[in-house]
C-alpha cells in the first residue's frame, strides 16, 4: 500500500504551525459541509457518496487548472448521469470521475481498502508484504519496498521492481488500489506473482500470506573500532513511531554512543506528521519542508529549538526510501545536520489527506506538494545522496553481511576521528 497522509494538523496543531495547519483541516474536514444545501430532488445515500467525493476534490485538490483541464463540473454531471443504485455504483462512478485528474495518489479505498490502511498505519499488517507505487512511465505498479520479515522481503524482492500480474490478473487493468486488494486475502493463502526486476525477464513467484510484525523502529549498539555507535532504523512511519524514536534514542544515549547511523532504507514513507515529529528530534529551529499548496503559497515547517539527539550522524537511503521519509532525509542534508549514503531515494513529494465517507470508505486527496528547505522538487526525483555507496545493494538491511552498513559504520568513525583532531589542534 502506498503511504498516504493522516493526522498531520493534529501534530501541527502541537506545534503551532498555522498555515498549513489551516490548509490541512480544510481539506480534512470539508466535508462536514457537504451536502448542505438544498437541492429540488433528494439524492440517495449511493448517490450522495459521489456527490461528497466530487466536492472534496474540488475543494482540497491542489492544482486547480487540471481540475479546469478536464472539466470537473462536468464530470460530476457525466457521473449523475450513470445509474447509481449500488455502492458498487457509486464506487465506480467516483473511480471514473478521478481518473481524469492523472493523478494516481488522489483515489477512492474501499471499505475493506481503507480499513487495511488504517491497519498499516497503526503498525499491523497482513498479506505478502509489499509497499507499491504507480509506475508512471507504464501505467503499472512498481515495488516501492518488501517489508522485513514478511514473505515479500524473505523472497527478497528489490525496490524498483515491476510488478505485472496478480494471479494472472494484469496490473493494469487491475489498478494500484486493485493491486493491493488482489494481494491481500486469508492468512495461509497463497498469490502468484509475476515480476519483471529490470532484466527484460519475467519470473513467477508464489508467496504465502501471513501476517507481519512491522516493528517499524529498531535499535542496537555498534562497535566500529575503539567507538560506540548507536544504529536506528526506521521501516515506516505509523502513529507509534515518534514516541518509540524518543525512547530509542534516549536509551542509545544512556549507553554513551558517540554517534549514530539513522536507516532510512526501503522506508516507504507513512504518516508525514510522524516523519516531521521524528525530523524535529534532530534539528534545532531548522526547516524541515517546505509545502505548496492550491494557492501557490510556501509555507515553511520549522523544527523547535530542543532536541532528542544532536550528536554526529550518518543517514542511509536507497530507491525504497520515500514520502515522509525522503521529507526527514531532504531535512538532514538541507540543514547539513547529516551525511546521505547510499542510492537516490525514491521521489514522492505530494501529500494526501484521507477522509472517511459515509459508507464506511475512504477518498484520498491530493491537497498540497512538498520540497527540502533548500526548494528542491522531490516528486519524481527523489533525493541523491552525498555519497554512493557499492553495487549491489545489500537486500537485508541491518542483518548479517550489510556491506552498506559497515560502509557507514566506517564514515562515521573517520568523521568521529576527523572531529577528535580538529579538536586536538
Known amino acids: 500500500m502506498y503511504p498516504t497522509v493522516n493526522d ?7 506545534r503551532g504551525f498555522q498555515a498549513l495547519r489551516q490548509l490541512i483541516a480544510a481539506s480534512l474536514c470539508c466535508f462536514l459541509v457537504l451536502g448542505s444545501a438544498c437541492t429540488a430532488v433528494a439524492l440517495s445515500d449511493t448517490q450522495q457518496l459521489v456527490v461528497d467525493s466530487w466536492r472534496l476534490v474540488n475543494q482540497g485538490f491542489w492544482n486547480p487548472e487540471q481540475l479546469d483541464a478536464v472539466r470537473w ?19 465506480a462512478a467516483i473511480e471514473s470521475m478521478l481518473a481524469q485528474l492523472g493523478d494516481p495518489y488522489t483515489r477512492l479505498l474501499r471499505p475493506e481498502d481503507y480499513t487495511a490502511l488504517k491497519n498499516s498505519t497503526n503498525g499491523s499488517l497482513s498479506g505478502v508484504g509489499l509497499q507499491l507505487g504507480p509506475d508512471e512511465s507504464s501505467n503499472g505498479v512498481v515495488v516501492i519496498s518488501a ?7 524473505e523472497a527478497e524482492i528489490t525496490s524498483g521492481t515491476q510488478l505485472l500480474s496478480v494471479d494472472g490478473k494484469d496490473v ?15 492468512v495461509g493463502s497463497q498469490v502468484v506473482l509475476t515480476l519483471d526486476n529490470g532484466s527484460g525477464e519475467t519470473s513467477e513467484l508464489t508467496l504465502e500470506r501471513r501476517s507481519v510484525d512491522l516493528r517499524p523502529v529498531r535499535t542496537r549498539r555498534l562497535r566500529s573500532g575503539s567507538h560506540t555507535l548507536g544504529y536506528l532504523r526506521i521501516t515506516q512511519f505509523s502513529e507509534g513511531v515518534p514516541e518509540q524514536v524518543k525512547e ?17 532504507r526501503n522506508n516507504s514513507g507513512g504518516l508525514v506528521s510522524a516523519g516531521l515529529a521524528v525530523a524535529d528530534d534532530f534539528l534545532s529551529g531548522g526547516a524541515i519542508v517546505e509545502t505548496r499548496n492550491r494557492e501557490g ?71 498540497a506538494g512538498y520540497v527540502t528547505p533548500s526548494g528542491r522538487d522531490i516528486q519524481g526525483e527523489g533525493i541523491a545522496p552525498d555519497r554512493g555507496l557499492s553495487d549491489p545493494e545489500p537486500l537485508n538491511p541491518g542483518g548479517d553481511g550489510d556491506r552498506w552498513l559497515s560502509e557507514a559504520e566506517q564514515w562515521m568513525e573517520a568523521l568521529l576521528e576527523q572531529t577528535a583532531d580538529e579538536t586536538e589542534a
Not at 493494469?172 to 486469508?186: I, K, P
Open 8 to 14: 498531520l494538523s493534529d501534530w501541527l496543531r502541537r
Open 73 to 91: 463540473k462536468r464530470q460530476r454531471q457525466k457521473a449523475m448521469e450513470r445509474s447509481i443504485e449500488s455502492s458498487n455504483d457509486a464506487y
Open 147 to 153: 517489508l522485513e520479515g514478511s514473505p515479500a522481503g
Open 172 to 186: 493494469v487493468d487491475l489498478g494500484l488500489e486493485g493491486t493491493v486488494a488482489a494481494l491481500r486475502g486469508d
Open 248 to 264: 530509542a534514542l534516549t536509551e542509545l544515549q544512556n549507553k554513551e554512543i558517540e554517534g549514530l547511523v539513522l536507516d532510512l
Open 297 to 367: 503559497i510556501n509555507d515553511t515547517i520549522q523544527a523547535s529549538l530542543q532536541t532528542v539527539y544532536d550528536g554526529p550522524m550518518v543517514t542511509l537511503v536507497n530507491g525504497g526510501t520515500a514520502s515522509a521519509s525522503e521529507i526527514l532525509a531532504g531535512a538532514l542534508q538541507d540543514n547539513e545536520r547529516a551525511t546521505l549514503l547510499g542510492g537516490q531515494t525514491f521521489g514522492k513529494g505530494l501529500i494526501q489527506t484521507l477522509t472517511n465517507l459515509s459508507d464506511g470508505s475512504g477518498l484520498a486527496v491530493t491537497v
